[in-house]
C-alpha cells in the first residue's frame, strides 16, 4: 500500500519514443486506470511500474523512496501479465506459493498465506490441479492470488479482462473491485476499454500516443474531457470542426457549416476548435436555454431501448440518442428535424491534429 | 540509467552478471576455437618465405594447373576389355577439371540429384495418400541413417563391374559397368545426403497454408501449373536451405574419395588432397593445405551467406500462419500411381541399399571354401600398379597389390572341381628366382581382402595388400613386374565363399580391445563434448531469444556458423592453430610425444555439432513466454533463480532433443576424427578406425561395417528416446 509518483518519464526504444514525459500521481489505496488505444504507451507505463523496463529519462517513487533503478525483484509492485504467466510447470499451489518461497518464509506460513489467498480469489481446493486444466477464469484467479499473496505494495493488473469472455468479463471486473476494497491495496490497473475502466477506476488517466491527456473521476473524464482526443475516446460522440467567429471573454461564438452557435464557453486560444456534443444530450424537443439546429433526417438506427436519429446539417451529419417512444418510432428519413441542445452541453475544444 | 554500455551490449540496462556470461561463454568459446584457428590458418596461407604473398594461391589459380584445367579426354566413359573372360567393361569415372574445379563441379552435380529426389519424395509424402505410404514412410527414415565410409563402400560394390548393376546390365546387354572415380563419389554422396533435402522439404510443403493453393485453384490454377506457380515458390526457400546443406557437405566430404580412393580421379578432389597432403605429411605441413582449406571455406560460406539472404528475403511460406490446418492430400490419379510404385518406389528401396549393405556385411560372415589349389599357371597382364622392385634381393612392392589374372585348378570340399581363372588384386610372398618371381608359401586368409564370387564357374576375387618377399637377383639391378611372367604355387586359396549369417563381427568388435577402445574413445569425447554443447547453446539461445544488444545478432550468426565451415577445414586450422599457440602440450599435434587427440577432438565436436543443440534449444526457448521469467522476478525472484527453476525445466525436452541430435552427429564426425585424430591411433576415435580399414588392406571392412550397425544402433535409440520423451518429431538437419 503505498502512493506512486512519475516524475517526466521518457522512454526511447531505439529511434521510437513509447513515452514522452508522463507525470502521475496515483494515491495510496485507489484503483488508477491507464486507459487508451493501443500503442499509447499504456503498458511501457505499467512495465516501468513494475521495474520490467527501465526509463530512458524520468523518476519513479514508491512514496519517498525513488525506486527508479531498483530491479524488478526488489520492488514489490508485482504485476498480473495479460496472459497470465502462470508457470505451466508448476500446480497452482506452487504457481501462488512461489514467491513466498522466494522469500523464504516457513512451510506452514506458506500453506497458511496461499490457503488464505486461494480462498480470497474463491478457489480453495484446487491447489493441486496444474494451469492447463483450469478455465480461463480459474487461470486469472490464480494469477492474481499469486501476486496479492505476497502481499504487495502496489497490484499491476494489465488487460486482466482482455483474454475472457463477455460474461465471464463482468464478473471478474467486480471481482476485482470487491478484493481492492477488501484489502484496501492501491491498484493500477490497465486497460483499452473504457467502458471497463469508468466502471472500475477511482481515477483514469486516459494516455495517447506516449502522453497523459487527462487525468480525473471517470464522471469528469467522461463529462468533461479536456481534449478532442479524451472527447472522441470516451464513447460514441459528435465532433464537429468548427471556427471561433466572436469572443467576449470566455463567451465565443462559433461557426461551422452555415450554423452560428452563440453564447458557448471557451477560454483557449486557438481559433480552430472542435464542437464535442454527447448524442444523449440532443433533445429532438425544445429546452431552456439550449441552440437549435434545423436539417434532415439522414437515418434513424433502432437498438431497442434507445434509438440513434442521424441528422443532416448542411454537409454534417450529427447523432442524437433517444429513448425509443411512439413518438420517435414515426421519425422517417429525409423528413426535415430540429436538434435542440443546451449551451452547458456543449464543448468547445482546442482542435487537436 | 547511465551504464548504458551494457544496454547497448547485452540489451539488460543494467549489468546482470547472467546475462553477460550467456553471451560471452558461447562467443568466446566459438572465437577460440573456430574463429581465430581459421583466420590463422589464413595467415599461414598468405605468407611464403616468410612474407606476405599470393604464392599459394597463386598456385591454385593458375589455369591448366593442376587446380585448374580442361580435361585431357572428354570421353565420359572408357571401355576396357575384362581379363579373362575378355568381355567389354565400361568405366565411368568423370572428367578431370583439376582439382577445384572437381570439387565445385561433384558438389553442384550432387546437389542438383539430392535437391531432385528429394524434392519428389518430400512432395510425394507431403500431397498424396496412398496404399503403402506407411512402408514409403518407414524405408525414408532408413537413409537418413548415418555410417561413415561403410555406406560408400556398399555404393561403390553396387557400381563396381561385379556389382548388381553390372550383373543386370551384363545379364541383359552382355557388357558390365563400373562408376568410379568422380562419378562414383557424386553417387555416393547424392544417395547419402538426399535425405536432408527431403527434410526441409518435407516441412516446407507441410507448412504451406492450404488456402493459398486452394486460392489458386479457385481462379484455375491446377496440375503441374499450380505447383509450378504456387507450391513450388513457397517451398523454394526450404528446398534451397537443404541444398545449400547438401553443397556444403559435398564439399568437404572425405568419407567417398577415401574409399574411391584406389582410382586416381577420385582422388582429385579438394577434400581428399588436403586430407592426402596433411596425412602422407610430417611436421608443419605444407602452407599449401592452408590455402586449399581458405579455397575450400571461401566457397562454403559464399553458399552459406547466399542462401541465408535469399531465404531471409522469402520468409511468406510462413506468412499465413495461424491456427492449424489439415495438409491438402489427394489420391494419385493412374498414371501417377503408376509413378509412384514403378519409379519412385524402386529409386527408393534403392537408397536405402547402403544401410542394408552395412547390416549385411556386418552379420555375414564369407565362410571360405578350402580349396587345395596346385600349379596355378598366373600370368600378369593388363597394367599393373603398383611396381615392385627388388634391392639387395628383397622384392618390395608399395601398399597396395597388383592385378593380376591367372587359372585356378583344384577341388573344394563343397562344390567339388574347380576350374576357372581367378583375378585381382592378390598379396603373397614373393620370390625370385633366375629372374623368374615365384609365390610360394602358405597365403593366409586374413592377407586377402574383399569379395569373392562365382560366376559361371569363374572365381573373381579382389585382393589387396603389401607384398614383400625375399629372393636371389641373378641377373642384378631391378626387376619390374610390370610385364613379368611369373609362376606360382598356392595352397589353401580362398577360392570360393558361402555367406553365412553371423555374430562374429560384432563379437569381435566388442571383444578386440583395439576395436572396443576406439568406440570407449568416441563415447567419451561425444559425451564431454555433448556437456560442452549444451551449456554453449543455452547459454546462447538464452542470450539471443530474449535480449537485443549490439551482440545479439552477431551471436546468432556465430552459433549457427559451424554449419557453414568444412570440418576439414576446422581440423586444419586446429592443426596449424594449435601448433603455433600451444606448441610441445597435448594441444599440439605436430608434437607426437604429448599430442593427445582427445581435447582437440572434445573441442572440434562441441563446435562443429553446436548449431544442431542450439537450434533445437533456441526453438524451445520461443515457445516460453517471457512474461513467464518476468512474473517470476516480478514476484521477487534473481535472474539465476528464475532460469533454474522456470526456463529450464520449460525447456528440458529441447535441450534434451538437442543434446542427443550433437551427440548422435558428434559419434560420427569424420573429417576431424581421421585426421588430427588419427595422428595418436590409441586416443583414436571410431570413424579414425574406419579410415584406416579403407584406406589400408590390414583391416576388415566386416568389421567397419559392425561398427556402423553401431553407429546405426545409437541413431535409432536416441531417435526413440528423443520421440517418447519429447513427443516431437526428431528433426535431423536443417537450416533457418
Not at chain 1, 480469489?121 to 499473496?149: H, M, N, W
Not at chain 1, 453564447?263 to 437549435?292: F, W
Request: aromatic share 10%; net charge positive; hydrophobic share 45%.
Amino acid at each position: 500500500m503505498v502512493e506512486v509518483r512519475l516524475e517526466n518519464i521518457v522512454k526511447r526504444f531505439g529511434e521510437t519514443v513509447a513515452l514522452k514525459g508522463i507525470s502521475l500521481h496515483i494515491k495510496h489505496g485507489e484503483l488508477f486506470t491507464l486507459l487508451g488505444p493501443s500503442g499509447c504507451g499504456k503498458s511501457t507505463t505499467l512495465r516501468i511500474i513494475a521495474g520490467l523496463d527501465y526509463p530512458t529519462e524520468g523518476k519513479v517513487f514508491f512514496g519517498d523512496q525513488d525506486v527508479t533503478n531498483l530491479s524488478s525483484s526488489d520492488r514489490g509492485a508485482v504485476l498480473v501479465f495479460q496472459n497470465y504467466a502462470l508457470w505451466p510447470h508448476m500446480s497452482v499451489f506452487d504457481n501462488v506459493a512461489y514467491g513466498l518461497r522466494i522469500r523464504k518464509l516457513p512451510k506452514g506460513e506458506v500453506e497458511k498465506r496461499v490457503k488464505w489467498a486461494l480462498e480470497l480469489v474463491k478457489l480453495q481446493g484446487f491447489e493441486d490441479r496444474y494451469p492447463t486444466q483450469l478455465s480461463g477464469g480459474q487461470q486469472q484467479r490464480v494469477a492474481i492470488a499469486r501476486a496479492l499473496v505476497v502481499e504487495p505494495k502496489l497490484l499491476l493488473l494489465d488487460e486482466p479482462l482482455s483474454n475472457l469472455d463477455a460474461k465471464l468479463r463482468l464478473e471478474m471486473r467486480s471481482e476485482i473491485r470487491r478484493i481492492q476494497r477488501e484489502l484496501g491495496i492501491t491498484v493500477l490497473y490497465v486497460t483499452h476499454d473504457q467502458e471497463e475502466a469508468m466502471a472500475i477506476s477511482d481515477r483514469i488517466a486516459v494516455m495517447n500516443v506516449g502522453t497523459v491527456e487527462q487525468v480525473g473521476s471517470p464522471r469528469e473524464i467522461y463529462e468533461h474531457p479536456k481534449t478532442e482526443f479524451v472527447a472522441s475516446f470516451m464513447g460514441k460522440t459528435n465532433v464537429i470542426p468548427a471556427k471561433v467567429t466572436e469572443r467576449e471573454g470566455d463567451r465565443v461564438t462559433v461557426e461551422f457549416e452555415s450554423f452560428r452557435l452563440e453564447g458557448l464557453t471557451y477560454s483557449g486560444e486557438k481559433d480552430d476548435v472542435v464542437i464535442v456534443i454527447r448524442p444523449e444530450r440532443i433533445s429532438l424537443h425544445p429546452v431552456e436555454d439550449a441552440i437549435t439546429l434545423e436539417g434532415t433526417v439522414d437515418l434513424v438506427e433502432y437498438y431497442g431501448f434507445f434509438v440513434e436519429v442521424i441528422g443532416v446539417f448542411g454537409e454534417r451529419r450529427i447523432i442524437a440518442r433517444t429513448i425509443s417512444t411512439r413518438e420517435v418510432s414515426v421519425i422517417r428519413p429525409t423528413q426535415p428535424i430540429k436538434f435542440y441542445i443546451r449551451r452547458d452541453d456543449i464543448l468547445v475544444l482546442p482542435k487537436q491534429l | 540509467m547511465k551504464s548504458n554500455w551494457s544496454e547497448r551490449l547485452f540489451g539488460t540496462p543494467k549489468f546482470e552478471p547472467l546475462v553477460a556470461t550467456s553471451y560471452l561463454f558461447p562467443l568466446l568459446y566459438l572465437l577460440f576455437f573456430l574463429i581465430i584457428p581459421v583466420l590463422a590458418m589464413l595467415a599461414i596461407a598468405f605468407t611464403y618465405n616468410g612474407s606476405l604473398s599470393l604464392h599459394w594461391f597463386r598456385e591454385i589459380f593458375s589455369f591448366n594447373s593442376d587446380y585448374i584445367k580442361l580435361p585431357s579426354t572428354w570421353s565420359l566413359f572408357q571401355s576396357v576389355k575384362m581379363p579373362g573372360t575378355g568381355e567389354t567393361l565400361y568405366i565411368i569415372q568423370g572428367l578431370d577439371f583439376g582439382i577445384v574445379l572437381n570439387s565445385i563441379i561433384v558438389a553442384s552435380v550432387v546437389t542438383l540429384l539430392a535437391s531432385f529426389i528429394g524434392t519428389i519424395f518430400a512432395f510425394l509424402m507431403a500431397r498424396y495418400t496412398f496404399p503403402g505410404k506407411n512402408l514409403f514412410r518407414i524405408l525414408l527414415f532408413i537413409p537418413l541413417l548415418v555410417t561413415p565410409f561403410v555406406s560408400a563402400y556398399v555404393v561403390q560394390q553396387i557400381f563396381s563391374e561385379y556389382g548388381i548393376v553390372s550383373s543386370i546390365l551384363h545379364a541383359l546387354f552382355g557388357f558390365r559397368v563400373r562408376v568410379d572415380g568422380l562419378a562414383g563419389i557424386a553417387l555416393a554422396q547424392s544417395i547419402t545426403y538426399y535425405p536432408i533435402v527431403y527434410l526441409n522439404a518435407y516441412a516446407s510443403f507441410i507448412n504451406i497454408d492450404p488456402s493459398l493453393e486452394e486460392q489458386a485453384e479457385n481462379l484455375g490454377s491446377r496440375g503441374f501449373h499450380l505447383f509450378r506457380t504456387v507450391t513450388f515458390p513457397l517451398a523454394l526457400p526450404g528446398i534451397a536451405a537443404g541444398a545449400t546443406l547438401v553443397f556444403i557437405f559435398s564439399l568437404e566430404d572425405l568419407a567417398a574419395p577415401i574409399v574411391f580412393h584406389s582410382n586416381d580421379l577420385a582422388k582429385r578432389i579438394m577434400s581428399y588432397q588436403i586430407f592426402s597432403k596433411f596425412l602422407f605429411g610430417t611436421g608443419e605441413r605444407s602452407p599449401l593445405i592452408a590455402a586449399l582449406a581458405i579455397v575450400m571455406l571461401t566457397l562454403a560460406i559464399i553458399a552459406f551467406l547466399g542462401i541465408r539472404k535469399y531465404v531471409s528475403l522469402r520468409q511468406y511460406a510462413m506468412l499465413s500462419k495461424g491456427g492449424r490446418w489439415s495438409p491438402r492430400v489427394s489420391k494419385p490419379r493412374i498414371g501417377q500411381a503408376l509413378i509412384i510404385y514403378l519409379l519412385l518406389l524402386p529409386l527408393l528401396l534403392f537408397t536405402i541399399t547402403p544401410q542394408v549393405g552395412v547390416v549385411q556385411l556386418a552379420f555375414t560372415e564369407q565362410h571360405r571354401i578350402v580349396t587345395n589349389v596346385t600349379d596355378i599357371t598366373a600370368s600378369v597382364t593388363g597394367v599393373m600398379y603398383p611396381t615392385g622392385s627388388i634391392t639387395n634381393g628383397t622384392l618390395v612392392t608399395p601398399k597396395g597389390g597388383w592385378f593380376f589374372q591367372g587359372t585356378v585348378k583344384g577341388y573344394s570340399d563343397s562344390i567339388g572341381v574347380i576350374n576357372g581363372s581367378i583375378s585381382g588384386f592378390f598379396v603373397g610372398k614373393v620370390t625370385v628366382n633366375n629372374g623368374e618371381v615365384k609365390l610360394t608359401g602358405d597365403i593366409s586368409y586374413a592377407d586377402f581382402q574383399g569379395l569373392a564370387s562365382r560366376y559361371n564357374g569363374t572365381i573373381h576375387t579382389q585382393m589387396k595388400g603389401p607384398i614383400t618377399g625375399t629372393g636371389e637377383l641373378l641377373s642384378g639391378g631391378t626387376v619390374n613386374l610390370t610385364s613379368t611372367r611369373f609362376k606360382a604355387t598356392m595352397f589353401n586359396i580362398p577360392a570360393g565363399q558361402v555367406s553365412k549369417f553371423s555374430f562374429n563381427y560384432v563379437k569381435q568388435m566388442i571383444l578386440t580391445p583395439d576395436v572396443r577402445r576406439y568406440i570407449v574413445n568416441s563415447l567419451l569425447y561425444s559425451t564431454v563434448a555433448v556437456i560442452l554443447i549444451v551449456l554453449l547453446s543455452i547459454t546462447s539461445s538464452y542470450a539471443t531469444s530474449r535480449f537485443k544488444g549490439a551482440l545479439t545478432p552477431v551471436l546468432e550468426s556465430i552459433v549457427i556458423l559451424p554449419m557453414a565451415v568444412p570440418g576439414i577445414v576446422v581440423a586444419m586450422g586446429y592443426f596449424y592453430f594449435f601448433h603455433l599457440v600451444f606448441p610441445g602440450t597435448p594441444l599440439d599435434p605436430i608434437s607426437p610425444a604429448t599430442f593427445n587427440p582427445a581435447y582437440v577432438l572434445i573441442l572440434a565436436y562441441s563446435v562443429r555439432r553446436l548449431p544442431f543443440a542450439a537450434r533445437s534449444v533456441y526453438a524451445g526457448l520461443q515457445q516460453v513466454h517471457v512474461s513467464l521469467e518476468e512474473a517470476s522476478m516480478n514476484l521477487g525472484a534473481s535472474r539465476w533463480k528464475t532460469v533454474t527453476g522456470i526456463v529450464l525445466p520449460l525447456i528440458s525436452l529441447n535441450v534434451f532433443g538437442g543434446a542427443m541430435l550433437s551427440f548422435v552427429y558428434a559419434m560420427s564426425e569424420t573429417s576431424v576424427g581421421i585426421t588430427l585424430g588419427s595422428l595418436n591411433m590409441a586416443k583414436a576415435p571410431i570413424t579414425a578406425f574406419m579410415k584406416e580399414v579403407l584406406l589400408s588392406a590390414a583391416g576388415s571392412i566386416n568389421i567397419a561395417a559392425a561398427l556402423g550397425v553401431l553407429l546405426i544402433t545409437v541413431q535409432i535409440i536416441s531417435i526413440v528416446l528423443v520421440n517418447v520423451i519429447t513427443k516431437q518429431r526428431y528433426s535431423f538437419i536443417g537450416l533457418s
